[in-house]
């Protein structure tokens, strides 16, 4: 295992060590990180007779890994509340603003964010920066209905600048469809804008078809990041 796989793993279980207990009702989000909580979540419950976690996934990868973990599987019609929430991040700033969605699970996982009563990031050390755009280049996930992609990509580069690209699949021809039926802008933004992440954020989710924006603003409470030494370095909202 590399030195960013070990780092992932660190970050995960810590975050599981210090967030998961008995009768606890987790949100599982999506991601390769998640992929060392869901083992860590299992492992724990097994070897220490832990009882009653119940585990609600964002995306049918998460599904899939809690079904094959042996875990208790949930959903929000039965467990609305959540206690917290384990997911990853393609990029954590200084303010615990995030970029998510690289792996096409934005809207779902905003969701369970929303349900939770704190969303716990887990990321390695190259997710870390100061400002957003710093290190990731991808762009900022913007899930639309597929019939208003092209003004709602005019609208974005109109009122913001920089570039909005349908994001288009690799195995398969045309753009990606998400597991709720619509396609994703990758929104390529200029690293000078003058609004705050949080005008932006509500100024994008207000053009007709935006269905969600992979800009996770004021939703974090905690960010744990496995370093390259090894070690895992915990960022707090407001850097508490």
Request: net charge negative; glycine share 8%.
């Amino acid at each position: 295992m590399g030195p960013l796989e070990q780092a992932k793993k660190a970050a995960a279980y810590k975050a599981v060590d210090d967030h998961v207990k008995s009768n606890s009702i987790i949100g599982v989000g999506s991601g390769s990180t998640v992929i060392y909580a869901v083992h860590r979540i299992a492992e724990k419950v097994r070897s220490e007779n832990m009882a009653n976690v119940i585990c609600v996934p964002t995306s049918f990868q998460a599904r899939q890994l809690i079904i094959n973990s042996r875990l208790i599987l949930g959903d929000l019609d039965t467990h609305p509340k959540l206690d917290c929430v384990i997911d990853g991040a393609d990029e954590v700033d200084a303010d615990l603003n995030l970029i998510k969605g690289g792996g096409g699970c934005l809207l779902q996982e905003k969701i369970l964010a929303s349900c939770a009563n704190s969303l716990i990031i887990i990321a390695d050390y190259s997710k870390n920066s100061e400002k957003l755009g710093q290190h990731y280049k991808k762009g900022i996930p913007i899930e639309v209905v597929p019939m208003a992609y092209v003004p709602i990509k005019r609208k974005v580069e109109d009122n913001f600048g920089g570039v909005a690209e349908i994001r288009m699949a690799r195995a398969k021809a045309g753009p990606v469809i998400t597991d709720n039926g619509n396609f994703i802008l990758d929104w390529d933004f200029p690293f000078d804008l003058e609004k705050s992440w949080e005008e932006i954020h509500t100024e994008i989710k207000l053009i007709p078809g935006v269905i969600e924006i992979g800009l996770f603003v004021n939703m974090a409470h905690k960010a744990y990041f496995g370093m390259n030494d090894g070690t895992v370095k915990e960022q707090l909202i407001n850097n508490v």
